[in-house]
């Protein structure tokens, strides 16, 4: 069964604190993606990548970086987290022109105190 | 950012009932998406649409995808208390510089009282 993996389903980290966030897939997909999702405002995109070594801001990308050095794996990365990355952050991968729509995996719910 | 409306954000409805949301965008959209997100999990494709026109059913869902290019809508029949969740509409331009980068709607969250 294909999927997306991401490695925690729940964190709990301080303000300050340097936090990594993986996710792998196993569909040898292209595209990789990081969304955050709140009440109320849907998923707005973080950061996405089209290849290894590649990386393009989304919509929401302050505060956060990313990191894809081998095809399957792809992290995002809080360089100092702050409250208000308190979020599900979803994971998403798909091939080619991505005409088939996303694979998601099963998110992390990050609670920054 | 954002470029969908979905609608409504909230339905509160009896099981057995019909359901109906939507979406529009003020700009055209090429590939239409419909995901289903349950408690916990990430969301799941549920129906994609390619043409304008395009009427597609799986199961008790059925979507269209609008002859504008601008909008589509997802209808449920005969709701069961599974259907529960955040339906979440999704769009692809398919233009070379943005690639596959979907844009989501906000989500329309479903109860369903049994």
């Known amino acids: 069964d294909v999927k997306v993996t991401q490695s925690s389903r729940y964190l709990v980290k301080r303000t300050g604190e340097k936090v990594f966030l993986e996710c792998v897939q196993d569909?040898?997909?292209?595209?990789m993606f990081w969304y955050r999702q709140d009440p109320g405002l849907g998923l707005r995109l973080i950061y996405f990548?089209?290849?290894?070594?590649?990386?393009e801001k989304g919509d929401i990308p302050e505060g956060y970086s990313v990191s894809r050095e081998k095809k399957e794996r792809f992290s995002l990365i809080l360089e100092s987290a702050s409250t208000n990355q308190t979020s599900m952050y979803l994971c998403?991968?798909?091939?080619?022109?991505?005409?088939?729509?996303?694979?998601f995996g099963s998110g992390t719910r990050l609670t920054v105190v | 950012g954002q470029q969908l409306n979905q609608s409504p954000q909230s339905m509160f409805i009896q099981e057995g009932e019909d359901v109906s949301m939507n979406c529009t965008s003020s700009?055209?959209?090429?590939?239409w998406l419909w995901y289903k997100q349950e408690p916990g999990e990430g969301p799941v494709l549920l129906i994609a649409?390619?043409?304008?026109?395009e009427l597609t059913s799986n199961g008790r869902l059925t979507a269209q995808f609008g002859i504008t290019r601008k909008d589509s809508f997802l209808n449920i029949s005969a709701s069961i208390p599974s259907d529960v969740g955040i339906y979440f509409c999704?769009?692809?331009?398919?233009?070379?510089?943005?690639?596959?980068?979907?844009?989501f709607g906000e989500g329309t969250q479903l109860t369903v009282n049994p």
């Open positions: 990548s089209y290849d290894v070594k590649m990386k």
């Open positions: 569909m040898d997909h292209e595209n």
């Open positions: 998403a991968s798909s091939s080619g022109t991505g005409s088939y729509g996303y694979t």
């Open positions: 700009s055209i959209f090429n590939t």
């Open positions: 999704a769009g692809q331009k398919g233009e070379e510089t943005s690639g596959s980068r979907l844009t």
């Open positions: 649409l390619y043409k304008a026109g």
